[in-house]
């Protein structure tokens, strides 16, 4: 069964591959050279030479692998009257003039922005809770089962949705 990703997202996850792939080979240079050292049983160089090249062979099987898996979604074909995959919500806890904006997205792209955009995966409590509300809707999330509700005990409610697509140049 594939997971959803956004355009956004599959390109951030290409692009950590290609950075990957360019590092690569440098490693394996440092490799060669802490080789040529001699001893290997005692050059420190050489141990973390490995170590590097480990680790980035590790994460580019990994990403690949999720690569095979994810499906980019284009919110933008959506219906637009609810909650959906890709959406970005305004949410404001009733009683409260305080207002959260949250883009709904896939696991491999919750990160932190440089906005205050709080990326939210639609396989979280919140994002489960939050798939198929309609604007003006209140819901409450349901958190190690306990029911997640602003300080003053009200649902939180659907302010706004909007679907774009962003591309990362």
Known sequence: MPEYI????????QEKIRSLNLERPLVI?????????????????????KEKQRNIDNE??????????????????MAKDS?????????????SKKKLTYH???PDEVYDRDDKIIQVSYVSPLGKAMIGKKINEEFQV?????KKK???GE????????????EIK
Request: charged letters at 25%.
């Open 155 to 166: 649902p939180l409610k659907v302010k706004e949705i909007v679907y774009k697509v962003l």
């Open 29 to 49: 240079e440092q490799v060669q050279t802490a080789r040529a050292m001699g001893d290997l049983a005692e050059n420190a160089e050489y141990h973390a030479a």
């Open 60 to 77: 580019l099987s990994n990403l690949n692998q999720r690569l095979s898996i994810l499906k980019v979604l284009d919110p933008t074909t």
């Open 6 to 13: 956004t355009m956004e997202g599959m390109q951030r996850l």
């Open 150 to 152: 602003n300080e003053k």
């Open 142 to 146: 349901e958190i190690f089962h306990e």
């Open 83 to 95: 909650i959906r995959f890709g959406a970005y919500v305004k949410i404001s806890e009733k009683g």
């Open 104 to 106: 709904l997205v896939g």
